[in-house]
């Protein structure tokens, strides 16, 4: 089972900034791809941002152009860079990786870290 660890949630004002981390139990190119995903208190899991092995990147149409999803190959790790944020990015984040063992589609949840946007 792979192993996703999260981290750089916290507490930041409308328009800030914040930057997440992903760290992988194994290399990053053996995911098909990796994503972030959010989930408010009432509301289901939401696909965010994501990036295939191939590098293609995938946004939600209510971050485009105020989050970046990438990642350092050299560190194994994935970011969220999350900039000018509003109260409605408050949410559990989570990481997830697609991959396929012995022919058979996978995917993976870190654990979440928390994000609030509030004065």
């Known amino acids: 089972q792979v192993q996703l660890v999260e981290s750089g949630g916290g507490l930041v004002q409308p328009g800030g900034s914040l930057r997440l981390t992903c760290v992988p139990s194994?290399?990053?190119?053996?995911?098909?791809?990796m994503g972030w995903y959010r989930q408010a208190p009432g509301n289901q899991r939401e696909l965010v941002a994501e990036?295939?092995?191939?590098?293609?990147?995938n946004y939600a149409d209510s971050v485009k152009g105020r989050f970046t999803i990438s990642r350092d190959n050299a560190k194994n790790t994935v970011y969220l860079q999350m900039n000018s944020l509003k109260p409605e990015d408050t949410a559990v984040y989570y990481c997830?990786?697609?991959?396929?063992?012995?022919?058979?589609?996978?995917?993976?949840w870190g654990q979440g870290t928390q994000v609030i946007v509030s004065s």
């Open positions: 997830n990786a697609d991959y396929s063992r012995n022919g058979v589609l996978q995917n993976s």
């Open positions: 990036i295939t092995r191939g590098g293609n990147t």
């Open positions: 194994e290399s990053i190119f053996n995911f098909a791809a």
